[in-house]
Nanobody, 122 residues
Framework: EVQLVESGGGLVQPGGSLRLSCVASGFTFDEYEMNWVRQAPGKEREGLLCISMNGDGTTYADSVKGRFTISRDETKVSLQMNSLTPEDTATYYC?????????????????WGKGTLVTVSS
């Protein structure tokens, strides 16, 4: 079965850090770009970062520049989130357009995980 499974979400205090992971199965994960996308309550989905097949990162969202970092290894893609604020509260999804590069803007995504909830609150 082709799927993406996110983990690592939870409750964190403002200023804290959290690391999300996404494990892929059922397809050749290392041949495609991977993205992190989030959706806050009552808001549209927001593409955050992308990492290409070769490990080149692209940041789409100004709101996370300098705070969030995307990385990948042979089995998973990760999102390191630092200096979290309540505005980062959202469900975080990993997704892929099944390309080998990151587009200039977030794509529509062909494959999505089910998401992991991050809540930033004191």
């Amino acid at each position: 079965e082709v799927q993406l499974v996110e983990s690592g979400g939870g409750l964190v205090q403002p200023g804290g850090s959290l690391r999300l992971s996404c494990v892929a199965s059922g397809f050749t994960f290392d041949e495609y770009e991977m993205n992190w996308v989030r959706q806050a309550p009552g808001k549209e989905r927001e593409g955050l970062l992308c990492i290409s097949m070769n490990g080149d990162g692209t940041t789409y969202a100004d709101s996370v520049k300098g705070r969030f970092t995307i990385s990948r290894d042979e089995t998973k893609v990760s999102l390191q989130m630092n200096s979290l604020t309540p505005e980062d509260t959202a469900t975080y999804y990993c997704a892929t357009d099944m390309l080998d590069y990151c587009s200039d803007v977030p794509g529509p995504m062909d494959l999505w995980g089910k998401g992991t909830l991050v809540t930033v609150s004191s």
